[in-house]
């Protein structure tokens, strides 16, 4: 922990020097959104002040500086993730969109009446309701593996589920709700075994760890750029380039087509067939920094950090008489989910922000979660790279506080 | 350690949702509906008995919240006892009105013990809390039997 460089990462964050309600800020929302570092708001900046133009299009000097900048973005994302090509790396809002967008081509184009489904009982809600939304327009059924009471996918029921019928898995790499790391691996391995793609939810996973899509050979990986320290309203869609090229444009509009008569349009090759439209040009080449700066501190580096971070967290809230850890997986990311006894959540997030300190309180769009477990909400801690034990201590000792305060 | 929050959690709040009031299944209820707020899952069930005359003879619910909501519900049904429906819906305007800060200048005397709820509206986040309650009695008033939801 000695050697991890938190000093200098929370001198790059300038949102930490703020003060909430004339406390300082201690932010462990970070499973909803994490903060951004100088050097991602310096690129939006500098883009928006200094070199800003459409791309792809304009013969000018500006249009091609940005067009430069933003498939550099598209090469960093490849490199960071260890795709093939860029022709793999989609441009998308978010993990949310990503998944419609395989939802809505993939399925459509192959999947019929009767073809399953397989997803988790400890989805996001971005994964549970496109599936759900195709079965109803194609009759394809979902299916959900069962998790355990700490929180892990039951594997073997997981494999009990994949069949003939079965057409997809589409599993997240890591639960926001429960702190849950799935055996991704495994999954993969499984699921191949029948020919089955995998498309794995890596909005959670992709800031707490590295990610190496062809070592997990996985079909599809998405994820969010708002959760890797970047804007929001861009995300990517990875996947193998035979299931890109074989699946049909999911929206129409400007810069995915080839050539668009009123008789006929051809699609433009990949990535840009599923890129219709503007896309988020400045934010795009935030990402781009963003994956700069993580890299910069290493993954592998975060990872470890931020693994101790929770060990700590959850040996001191062990401490907490009245205190319940929801989700105690075995393997597990930064995220501290627990009810207080006879305290709902909603109270504990007002009385926890007074101090200072942001956490949420709610079903974390995990509603199948909060069923399983019986309860209507959690509150949540959910550590990044730039949190610190005096930060879980302050925690801490506002819960100890608020449960003597509700008596 | 929590003084800036005495006007948010009144230690009234704190004793309504330790001991909430009418906290049962009404049998004989001649309205029955259920609120619901999906943001944070908050979820109860208010039952009324309703005269021949328009007037609330009974009041009471059931269900899971927070202090805030726990504490409005509770409160509720022991004030809205005794009131004509009339009465009753006007109080809801008031009270919605109060925690909403739509209007500055309410009557606290009209609006008696509910005053300790005031506090929500320096808390955005907080309001749906104190007035699921509200919207749901509202619902049954107007005999709109279906669940009624704060989004």
């Known amino acids: 922990m000695s050697t991890f460089p938190i000093e200098q990462i929370r001198a790059d964050f300038p949102i930490l020097g703020e003060k909430i309600r004339n406390k300082p800020l201690v932010y462990l929302d970070n499973a909803a959104s994490c903060q951004k570092p100088q050097a991602v708001i310096d690129a939006i900046v500098h883009t928006y002040s200094r070199e800003y133009a459409n791309i792809h299009r304009g013969v000018h000097t500006l249009s091609v500086k940005a067009t430069d900048k933003f498939e550099g973005a598209r090469e960093k994302v490849r490199a960071f993730i260890n795709a093939a090509s860029t022709k793999e790396i989609i441009f998308v809002r978010g993990a949310t969109e990503a998944i419609n967008l395989v939802a809505q081509s993939y399925g459509h184009s192959q999947l019929k009446a009767g073809d399953e489904i397989v997803i988790s009982a400890m989805e996001h809600h971005a994964n549970i309701v496109p599936w759900q939304m195709l079965c109803q327009q194609t009759g394809t059924v979902l299916k959900v593996v069962p998790i355990n009471q700490k929180g892990e996918l039951m594997f073997d029921a997981f494999e009990q589920l994949l069949g003939e019928k079965t057409k997809l898995v589409a599993i997240a790499h890591m639960s926001n709700a429960l702190g849950t790391i799935n055996p991704v691996e495994k999954i993969v391995a499984a699921a191949h075994a029948k020919n089955i793609p995998v498309l794995l939810d890596g909005a959670q996973a992709i800031p707490h760890m590295p990610v190496d899509v062809r070592a997990l050979d996985c079909d599809f990986y998405v994820f969010s750029g708002h959760k890797l320290y970047g804007p929001s309203g861009t995300g990517v869609l990875y996947g193998k380039q035979a299931l890109l090229e074989a699946m049909p444009p999911y929206q129409g509009g400007g810069d995915m087509i080839r050539q668009v008569t009123f008789e006929k349009t051809t699609y433009a090759g990949l990535p840009q067939k599923f890129e219709a439209g503007t896309p988020a040009i400045a934010e795009i080449i935030g990402l781009g920094a963003a994956i700069d700066y993580v890299s910069a501190v290493g993954m592998a580096n975060i990872a470890a950090y931020e693994a101790e971070l929770l060990t700590y967290a959850t040996e001191q809230a062990r401490q907490i008489q009245g205190l319940n850890i929801i989700g105690q997986a075995e393997h597990k990311g930064g995220i501290l989910s627990f009810t207080l006894d006879h305290i709902h959540p909603h109270d504990i997030g007002t009385m926890l922000d007074s101090l200072g300190i942001a956490v949420r309180a709610g079903h974390h769009c995990a509603m199948p979660v909060m069923d399983f477990y019986g309860v209507p909400a959690t509150a949540r801690a959910s550590f990044a790279m730039y949190n610190t034990r005096q930060e879980i201590d302050i925690l801490l000792q506002g819960i100890q506080s608020l449960i003597e305060v509700f008596g | ?151």
């Open chain 2, 1 to 151: 350690m929590f003084d800036e929050l005495r006007d948010l959690y009144q230690e009234v709040i704190f004793d309504h949702n330790r001991n909430p009031r009418n906290f049962r299944i009404m049998e004989d209820a001649n309205r029955r509906v259920d609120g619901f707020n999906p943001l944070c899952g908050d979820k109860l069930t208010l039952f009324l008995k309703i005269n021949d005359n328009h007037v609330i003879d009974d009041a009471s619910f059931q269900g899971s919240g927070c202090a805030i909501s726990t504490a409005s519900v509770s409160l509720m049904t022991e004030i809205i006892k005794g009131l004509s429906e009339n009465e009753a819906e006007a109080l809801f305007k008031q009270f919605h009105e109060m925690t909403t800060g739509k209007s500055e200048d309410i009557n606290l005397e009209a609006i008696g013990k509910l005053a300790v709820l005031a506090g929500v509206r320096e808390y955005p986040a907080r309001v749906k809390c104190a007035t699921l309650a509200w919207h749901t009695l509202d619902a049954a008033l107007k005999n709109q039997l279906e669940a009624v939801s704060t989004e």
